[in-house]
């Protein structure tokens, strides 16, 4: 029986590698394929397997990019014929994926998600006073 592919839509954060989540790079590293976004921390990029390709889908002045129909067909593409695909995101909404996922149109392969961790303040919110 041969496994199923499996699309993981993987938060890199806001430029920071270490708010990936730890399962996230878990995915990242296992990845036999890595579609990512031109503004990912290249420390984040060094940490896929070196036998990955590396698929630069992001916008860049002056340079033609690929459209979210044409980014879709590719993962849809690559599932197919690679068995983990990560779709590295610069920084992701939860609420992005499901409609990615959908335009997408995934059924085979399986799709998950994995958004970066924002970090919490170093210190509380102070309440404002009341005027006297």
Do not use: W
């Not at 399962?23 to 990845?31: D, E, F, P, T």
């Not at 920084?91 to 959908?102: E, F, L, M, T």
């Not at 998950?112 to 006073?129: G, K, T, V």
């Amino acid at each position: 029986m041969i496994d199923a592919a499996l699309v993981s839509f993987v938060g890199a954060g806001p430029g920071d590698p270490e708010l990936v989540t730890v399962k996230g790079l878990a995915r990242l590293r296992a990845a036999d394929v890595v579609i990512h976004d031109r503004l990912v921390a290249p420390e984040l990029l060094r940490e896929a397997r070196p036998t990955a390709p590396l698929v630069d889908v992001g916008k860049a002045p002056g340079r033609h990019c690929m459209g979210q129909g044409q980014i879709n067909a590719l993962l849809v593409d690559r599932a197919r014929r690679y068995r983990r695909v990560v779709r590295l995101r610069a920084a992701i909404r939860p609420s992005s994926v499901g409609s990615q996922r959908r335009s997408a149109r995934f059924a085979p392969p399986a799709c998950d998600s994995r958004p970066f961790r924002a970090s919490r303040p170093a210190a509380p919110r102070r309440r404002a006073r009341a005027s006297r």
